[in-house]
């Protein structure tokens, strides 16, 4: 029996499937006890901002790697939600009400952008998609009596979902786990959905998808609504997280970093992104602080992983290890045969 067929048994996919799910319960209860294992609040907070601009990457790896657009406007969606919460919020509206409007506002913005943009793909899409984001920026920038300028908008609270305070880092930080594995789940069941596949067949086939009777604009238009849900979902987060928001957030800088994270993980993969999000921000905020020039270390590693892991580091890593699984099934078995004594 070959190596390939002794994988492809119900016991070894019983036994895959195992290993997969003890997996994923070991990191959930990693998830769940950072608080307790991490050794301050500061790095509870930095799991926290690695938790949001991970929901941030999942919602434009749904461009980037379902649809295949690659945005560099999604900073405009994140920042309206940023900036829409916090407005409501310094002129006393209730936070429930703010983040409501706020990620209304971002679907409603998104489809807009959807509409400007998918007239084209390749360079004009992300030309387009840059574009609209730096007008955001602009007007967030030179609307001083809204936005406040480059003072931004700062605001003393955080909500109180069902009656619990979100001020320390431990609350705030289980509240934003919490959105990130709906956020997540979400993404499992739009990626296996009938939509998700025929999304990927736009990406792939989009003159055979017409040919087959699909609605190509269609199905991108609301690809595009979907990412713009999930990237407010994330600067509502965000906006919390800081409790202050400036024109940075609209920033081109915003939309190159959070796209360095779902390419440097992986594109069209769910933990590709969390992975990218992970790498900028401990780079950013751990490993600098031993680190004066970290950002050449990041662009180092950015570098490796084009030139050996193009298809970023969680297919990369998922590769080599079927590789050296192949490499060792594959070898020679060492058969002894006894040896009859001469008489």
Known sequence: MSLRHALSTPDAEKASLSTRLLALGIVLALLVTVPIWVPNSYYVNICSQILIWAVFALGLNILVGYAGLVSLGQSGLFGIACYTAAYLVSIGTPHFEAGLAAIGLAIVTSAVFAVLSLRTTGISFLMITLALGEILWGIAYRWVSVTGGDNGISVNTRPTPFGISLASPSA??????????????????????????????TRDQARRMTTLGYNVWLIRFLAFMFSGLIAGVAGLQFFYYEKFVSPYVLSLSTSATVLLMVISGGVATLLGPIVGAALVIVMQYVVSAYIQQWNLVLGAIFVAIILFMPEGLVPGSLRLWRALRRRRGSAPAVVTVPVEPES
Do not use: C, H, K
Not at 178 to 200: D, K, N, Q, T
């Open 172 to 201: 705030f930080y289980y509240s934003t786990l919490i959105i990130f594995l709906v956020v997540v789940a979400a993404m499992y069941v739009f990626v296996e959905s009938p939509f998700g596949i025929s999304l990927r067949g």
